[in-house]
């Protein structure tokens, strides 16, 4: 392993990946990228939905996915990695007038920013998702250039890009410590030796805290459990005879009951589909609590009945990695300097990180990344100046 580097990274998931990516498209190929596991995108970012949207509530949220959305549609000829994106939507339905409200608003905010939002009725909701219960839906919103893509060919295609550019790619060695001198950043322990280094990039995904206190800096990221469940074909066969309909809605369209945070979207022949557990607390616990199914179940059949006859055929929990206003953390650490983070997604990062990591690579590279990172600097908190992301699922 390298004994300096211009960059360190730490973590290996989509954030970190990107930062390497577009680090060397900048020139800056003398980085390190350090994974703990054995492979990459074993974290959050292993374990997510795949979902990519531009419907959000919050400006600079929508300025991130519009660039991210544009730089996916690309992925491949660009970066030169399939990412198996499918441009099917997203459904939002609504069924109280508070979230009407909301949602009316922030139309209108996506809308101002160029985005292609559509307002529905429920039976327009119905007709884009076969299958769908409607009833009790007040109003949804669908956006078609929203989708669903590969998260690990995400990550591989930015790990693998980078590597070709000269950067190395270090896994199976932990990071234990952060390296400060004269009050500014100089290197990192590690399991398999020291690197010297004045610039470290925290993109340690849920996991972020930790790291931040090896330089002494609160990352306010706190880990929140999250199960995905893979239902199979529907088993019984009252279900399939009167249906001449398909039993999932035929395209990937990704659907989600804004009220309960149910969703769900085709995942081959079967359907993927979770919830929020407003009970759960912080942890680091990635055990599926298998008696979470049963709550999830008697929401979901309301909304897609035909859950009702299906088999579960897996499941696993991921991390979300949370901030207090839901919003990310973008930039560097002004207290601590040649810190960056590049945190806090709160369920929601696997879709930014093209433009998240274009963006604090064109920080660490001394350009100026043309985005107003306000409302994502650290500092926030303690100025109280914080608006948050309302469209947290
Ligand atoms: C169930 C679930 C569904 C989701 N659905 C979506 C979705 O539909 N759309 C979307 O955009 N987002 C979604 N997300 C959120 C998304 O997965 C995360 O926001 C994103 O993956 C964060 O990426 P990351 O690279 O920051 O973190 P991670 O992928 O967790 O990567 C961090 C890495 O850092 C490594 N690491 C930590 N500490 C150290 C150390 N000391 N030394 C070395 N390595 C270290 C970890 O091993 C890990 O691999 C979902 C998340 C979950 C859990």
């Not at 004045?198 to 929140?224: E, L, Y």
């Not at 989600?256 to 769900?264: G, Q, V, W």
């Amino acid at each position: 392993m390298k004994k300096t580097a211009d960059v360190v990274i730490i973590g290996g998931g989509c954030m970190g990946a990107s930062v390497a990516y577009h680090l060397s498209r900048r020139g800056v190929t003398d980085v390190v990228l350090i994974e703990r596991e054995k492979m990459l995108a074993t974290g959050s970012t292993g374990r997510n939905a795949g979902g990519v949207r531009h419907q959000f509530s919050n400006a600079a949220n929508i300025r991130l996915s519009i660039e991210s959305i544009g730089f996916l549609e690309r992925f491949a000829d660009q970066v030169g990695h399939p990412i198996d994106f499918h441009q099917d939507g997203y459904l939002f339905l609504l069924s109280s007038s508070s979230s009407v409200e909301t949602f009316r608003r922030n139309v209108a905010l996506q809308r101002s920013l160029g985005v292609d939002v559509e307002w529905l009725d429920a039976d327009g909701a119905a007709r884009l998702a076969p299958g769908l219960n409607t009833e009790g839906v007040a109003a949804a919103t669908f956006c078609q250039r929203d989708g669903v893509a590969d998260p690990n060919g995400v990550t591989m295609g930015f790990a693998k890009a980078a590597q070709t550019a000269g950067a190395s790619v270090e896994r199976d060695t932990e990071v234990t410590g952060i390296r400060i001198e004269s009050n500014r950043i100089a290197g990192v322990e590690t399991t398999r030796g020291t690197i010297e280094t004045r610039t470290v990039v925290n993109a340690a995904g849920p996991w972020a805290r930790q790291v931040g206190r090896m330089a002494h800096v609160d990352v306010p990221v706190d880990p929140f459990r999250r199960h995905i469940f893979i239902a199979g074909e529907p088993t019984s066969a009252e279900s399939r005879i009167p249906n001449p309909i398909p039993i999932w809605p035929p395209t990937r369209i990704l659907v989600i009951d804004f009220e309960t945070t149910f969703y769900f979207h085709r995942e081959g022949a079967g359907l993927l589909f979770g919830m929020g557990d407003p009970g759960e607390t912080p942890t680091f616990d990635v055990t599926v609590q298998w008696d979470f199914l049963p709550q999830v179940i008697e929401v979901a059949v309301e909304r897609l009945p035909a859950l009702a006859d299906a088999s579960i055929s897996h499941a696993w929990a991921g991390l979300y990695e949370v901030t207090p206003d839901a919003n990310p953390l973008i930039g560097p650490v002004q207290e601590v300097p040649g810190f960056f983070l590049i945190n806090g997604f709160s369920g929601h990062g696997f879709q930014h990180s093209p433009a998240a990591g274009r963006i604090l690579a064109d920080v660490i590279a001394g350009r100026d990344p043309q985005f107003d990172l306000t409302p994502f600097a650290l500092e926030r908190f303690a100025a109280g100046s914080v608006s948050g992301e309302r469209y947290m699922v």
